[in-house]
């Protein structure tokens, strides 16, 4: 790993920390806050891909757990892993990875709507499906409750990854910092960027 890459991961991992400044929004019916950290793993990882992105909100993740209040209202610390948000907040990890995956293997031909798409999969789809089933074992509630429940989330997500396409698209223009899989001929004709 290069100090590009550790810098990359510190700095995806800081605006996590920045997304976390935004105050949540609080649905009482089921205790999860609505906060704009659920776009750092659709930025993390679109624009510094698969692996960069999930050690990103990894090492997140970790200074979460060790007590730096970095979540939306100044929480961190070991406690919040036994509450009904870890599921979400350890989701982030597979989310960056999975939408990392979708961006490095469509990268070529990458555009608003695939980056939509793959916000779409690993930002909301593999997030729900890690964290519902936590909310419902956790809250010890009802699967079809806790499923019922984050609906609500579904158009304030949508408009998340809406963004956070546009931004994956434009930076992929402006200053990509991700190799299309197997392609050092690509790398080699970025020294700019790469090196």
């Given at each position: 790993?290069?100090?590009?890459?550790?810098?990359?991961?510190?700095?995806?991992?800081?605006?996590?920390?920045?997304?976390?400044?935004?105050?949540?929004?609080?649905?009482?019916?089921?205790?999860?806050?609505?906060?704009?950290?659920?776009?750092?793993?659709?930025?993390?990882?679109g624009?510094?891909?698969?692996?960069r992105?999930?050690?990103?909100?990894?090492?997140?993740?970790?200074?979460?757990?060790?007590?730096?209040?970095?979540?939306?209202?100044?929480?961190?610390?070991?406690?919040?892993f036994?509450?009904?948000?870890?599921?979400?907040?350890?989701?982030?990890?597979?989310?960056?990875f999975?939408?990392?995956?979708?961006?490095?293997?469509?990268?070529?031909?990458?555009?608003?709507?695939?980056?939509?798409?793959?916000?779409?999969?690993?930002?909301?789809?593999?997030?729900?499906?890690?964290?519902?089933?936590?909310?419902?074992?956790?809250?010890?509630?009802?699967?079809?409750?806790?499923?019922?429940?984050?609906?609500?989330?579904?158009?304030?997500?949508?408009?998340?990854?809406?963004?956070?396409?546009?931004?994956?698209?434009?930076?992929?223009?402006?200053?990509?910092?991700?190799?299309?899989?197997g392609?050092?001929?690509?790398?080699?004709?970025?020294?700019?960027?790469?090196?």
């Amino acid at each position: 790993m290069s100090t590009r890459d550790i810098v990359l991961i510190a700095l995806f991992a800081a605006l996590m920390a920045a997304l976390g400044a935004f105050p949540p929004l609080m649905i009482p019916a089921i205790g999860v806050p609505i906060t704009a950290q659920s776009m750092g793993p659709m930025l993390a990882g679109g624009i510094i891909g698969a692996k960069r992105g999930a050690l990103s909100m990894l090492l997140f993740v970790a200074l979460v757990a060790v007590g730096l209040p970095l979540l939306p209202g100044g929480r961190g610390g070991l406690a919040i892993f036994a509450g009904p948000t870890a599921g979400f907040i350890l989701g982030w990890i597979v989310a960056a990875f999975v939408i990392g995956l979708i961006v490095e293997r469509f990268w070529r031909k990458l555009n608003f709507v695939i980056a939509f798409l793959a916000t779409i999969v690993g930002g909301v789809g593999i997030l729900y499906a890690i964290g519902i089933p936590w909310i419902a074992l956790v809250g010890g509630v009802p699967f079809n409750t806790a499923f019922t429940g984050s609906l609500a989330f579904i158009p304030g997500d949508l408009i998340k990854a809406g963004l956070a396409a546009a931004a994956i698209v434009m930076v992929k223009r402006a200053y990509p910092m991700i190799t299309p899989a197997g392609d050092e001929a690509w790398r080699a004709a970025r020294p700019d960027v790469f090196d």
